[in-house]
């Protein structure tokens, strides 16, 4: 067990590989990637950005899609790689915004403001946002690790990213690592 403020520390190196700064949580399936979405959302309101990295087939998308089922959106979760933005309505509108195609800079012309403003925010492709966009973000870090494996670590920024971080490391789906 690691004391809560350990965190804040480079105990152990946190850059060493295997020992990532934030809770790392393992899934064997899309399913589990579904729910650990799904059980976040139960911790979200309007307003919120989460910030998704990590290369194509890591799961962005399948957790966005278990993040809508947990906002009670009954429309189908599909990648808006090509559409850029999708927009699906729940308990509050969630902006599902992916930047695979995108040069940093573009990004700046999205109306990012009013999505903002609007809903929450979840970016696959996400460290290409603006810095002001994620400075209260949740990040969340996908990797492929085997034919069904991934593993998928948090990390904050500012008091609300914090506070969501917080909403994650308690959530029980998932193995915390
Ligand atoms: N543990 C897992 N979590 C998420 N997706 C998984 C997992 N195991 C296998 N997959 C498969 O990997 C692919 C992930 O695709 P997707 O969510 O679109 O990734 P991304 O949006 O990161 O490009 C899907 O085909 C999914 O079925
Ligand atoms: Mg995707």
Redesign the pocket.
């Known amino acids: 067990m690691t004391e809560p403020l350990e965190r804040d520390r480079p105990v152990g190196g946190a850059d060493l590989p295997g020992f990532p700064a934030g809770p790392r949580r393992v899934?064997?399936?899309?399913e589990?990637?579904?729910r650990l979405g799904e059980t976040l959302a139960a911790g979200l309101v309007a307003g919120d950005v989460l910030v998704?990295t990590?290369?194509?087939?890591?799961?962005?998308?399948?957790?966005v899609a278990g993040l809508a089922r947990g906002l009670g959106v009954k429309s189908r979760v599909r990648?808006p790689s090509f559409t850029l933005l999708n927009e699906y309505r729940g308990a509050f509108v969630l902006h599902h915004l992916d930047l695979y195609r995108l040069e940093g800079p573009e990004a700046d012309g999205l109306g990012l403001e009013e999505l903002v403003d609007d809903g929450a925010l979840v970016v696959?492709w996400g460290e290409k946002l603006p810095a002001w966009v994620r400075e209260e973000a949740l990040t969340l870090v996908?990797e492929v690790l085997s034919?069904?494996?991934?593993a998928v670590t948090a990390s904050a920024a500012g008091e609300r990213g914090g506070e969501l971080l917080a909403v994650w490391e308690l959530m029980p789906a998932g193995e915390a690592r």
């Open positions: 899934t064997a399936a899309a589990e990637t579904e998704l990590g290369p194509l087939g890591s799961g962005k998308t399948r957790f990648s696959e996908f034919e069904n494996g991934r």
